[in-house]
Nanobody, 116 residues
Framework: QVQLVESGGGLVQPGGSLRLSCAAS????????MRWYRQAPGAEREWVAL????????NYADSVKGRFTISRDNAKNTLYLQMNDLKREDTAVYYC?????????WGQGTQVTVSS
């Protein structure tokens, strides 16, 4: 079955960096567009970034543009999110997501907390 497992979250000071990973299985990862979302406490889940199947096209929410980089390694079935210059407002649970045959699949999420 489809599985998405995020990792790499943690506590970081403002201005710091983290790299999130999302290990995918149960589907042909190299054929699927992948997305990162996040959900802050008390807020709705929001889209952060997407990457097309071959990695040749990416797009970002305005709030993270220039600070976050989405990438993928199709040989390792893994999605990444490099987050630099982190701000307190980046604190959230981060999820990877894919959409296959009319079904949305989410990982369990990884917590990112930006605090001094």
């Amino acid at each position: 079955q489809v599985q998405l497992v995020e990792s790499g979250g943690g506590l970081v000071q403002p201005g710091g960096s983290l790299r999130l990973s999302c290990a995918a299985s149960g589907f042909t990862f190299s054929l699927m567009t992948m997305r990162w979302y996040r959900q802050a406490p008390g807020a709705e889940r929001e889209w952060v970034a997407l990457i097309r199947s071959d990695g040749g096209s990416t797009n970002y929410a305005d709030s993270v543009k220039g600070r976050f980089t989405i990438s993928r390694d199709n040989a390792k079935n893994t999605l990444y999110l490099q987050m630099n210059d982190l701000k307190r407002e980046d604190t959230a649970v981060y999820y990877c997501r894919t959409f296959i045959a009319s079904t949305v699949y989410w990982g369990q999420g990884t917590q990112v907390t930006v605090s001094s």
